[in-house]
T-cell receptor
């Protein structure tokens, strides 16, 4: 069964460093998303991406964040200068039109900023 | 997105049917009802969705009231692996998911 994969599973970085979180969505999907979940809190939407451009972003997704689909398979989230409060699980998701748009999530990357 | 209301927690005995309710009284005519679950910090997992009719798949059944203001997710024979937080979400489909706090379902051996 096709699935969304994410690498790395755990990333530790120092405050102020840049990180890139990588995702491989399901191959025939066209809609891509990033969410995050701070420990003990709700899953929060960050950004959606369709047709090579951002379709929606949340207030969390400020100038420090960017997304890219550099080739036909990868979807990346970059944080330019990490802060302590960026520590969270980051989930990638993808969806396709099948009469509706159920989203399929990856296992997540745990980002720890020290 | 329409607001949803779910009980914060529920218990269910292993092997019994788990019935998880959700109120969504402000749902609009073209919004779907989606159910997802999250097992202990794993990525959320899609379970089922519906618009007006009741739906069933290999994981669960979804019962939507005729006025569409509430729904019930049914796990017919709950197992310990069904212990998770269950989220009821309504939206148009091709948009972000807004997760609430969900219902923490605990399956009791």
């Amino acid at each position: 069964e096709p699935e969304v994969t994410q690498t790395p599973s755990h990333q530790v970085t120092q405050m102020g460093q840049e990180v890139i979180l990588r995702c491989v969505p399901i191959s025939n999907h066209l809609y891509f998303y990033w969410y995050r979940q701070i420990l003990g809190q709700k899953v929060e939407f960050l950004v959606s991406f369709y047709n090579n451009e951002i379709s929606e972003k949340s207030e969390i997704f400020d100038d420090q964040f960017s997304v890219e689909r550099p080739d036909g398979s990868n979807f990346t989230l970059k944080i330019r200068s990490t802060k302590l409060e960026d520590s969270a699980m980051y989930f990638c998701a993808s969806s396709a039109w099948t009469g509706s748009y159920e989203q399929y999530f990856g296992p997540g990357t745990r980002l720890t900023v020290t | 997105d329409a607001k949803t209301t779910q009980p914060p927690s529920m218990d269910c005995a292993e092997g019994r049917a788990a019935n998880l309710p959700c109120n969504h009284s402000t749902i609009s005519g073209n919004e779907y009802v989606y159910w997802y679950r999250q097992i202990h910090s794993q990525g959320p997992q899609y379970i089922i969705h519906g618009l007006k009719n009741n739906e069933t798949n290999e994981m669960a059944s979804l019962i939507i009231t005729e006025d569409r203001k509430s729904s019930t997710l049914i796990l017919p024979h709950a197992t310990l692996r069904d212990t998770a937080v269950y989220y009821c979400i309504v939206n148009l489909g091709n948009e972000k998911l807004t997760f609430g706090t969900g219902t923490r379902l605990t399956i009791i051996p």
